[in-house]
């Protein structure tokens, strides 16, 4: 799908997995999250039927990818697993694009036209920057879980509830 500035989100095939995960891995949020790059991997390669994979390309680069489950959140809406984008590529609207992609896609999930649904994600205490970005991209803060996935990192449950325009 072609976006604005020369922009293009594509649907990741399992030969894209290897390097969404070492790109993943090499960042902060990457190395907290998972133990090993061979671990994230797996998870990825696990999740591939069930889950979303895109990738948002600047030309011919890789800028960020997305990874979402449609019906991840209590069977029904869609939750976001990860959204990532290079750091040489931050603050310049890549974020706001993808997550602009996932609202669309809830809104049409397996082919289906909704007029509203909801996204649900969780974050990281530690993680403010990314907290601040989704407070401005519309997302409410619903409760903070303590040691959701690592014992001592507390996690906010975030959601966004999006309409048809
Ligand atoms: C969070 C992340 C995806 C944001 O991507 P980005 O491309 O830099 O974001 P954008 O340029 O689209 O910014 C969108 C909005 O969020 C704001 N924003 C982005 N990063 C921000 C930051 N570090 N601090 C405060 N606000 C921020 C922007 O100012 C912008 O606001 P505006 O629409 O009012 O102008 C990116 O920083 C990232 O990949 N971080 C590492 C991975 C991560 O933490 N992911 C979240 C996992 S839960």
Not at 28 to 38: A, C, F, N
Not at 54 to 82: N, P, R, S, V
Not at 89 to 105: N, P, S
Not at 122 to 143: C, D, H, K, R
Request: aromatic share 14%; with cysteine; glycine share 6%.
């Amino acid at each position: 799908m072609t976006q604005r500035n020369g922009t293009e989100i594509t649907k990741a095939g399992r030969e894209d997995l290897p390097v969404l995960a070492e790109t993943l891995f090499a960042s902060k949020i990457g190395r907290k999250y998972y133990p090993t790059l061979e671990t994230l991997l797996t998870l990825m390669e696990r999740s591939f039927d069930d889950d979303q994979f895109y990738i948002l390309y600047d030309h011919t680069e890789m800028a960020g990818f997305i990874w979402f489950q449609t019906k991840g959140a209590f069977h029904t809406f869609t939750y976001l697993h990860m959204i990532y984008v290079k750091k040489e590529y931050r603050q310049k609207g890549y974020g706001k694009t993808l997550l602009e992609f996932l609202e669309k896609a809830a809104l049409c999930p397996e082919g289906k036209n909704k007029l509203q649904s909801k996204i649900f994600l969780v974050v990281g205490e530690w993680n403010q920057s990314a907290i601040q970005f989704y407070i401005n991209e519309g997302y409410i803060t619903l409760s903070t879980i303590p040691g959701l996935f690592r014992k001592k990192i507390d996690e906010h449950l975030m959601m966004k509830e999006c309409f048809r325009a």
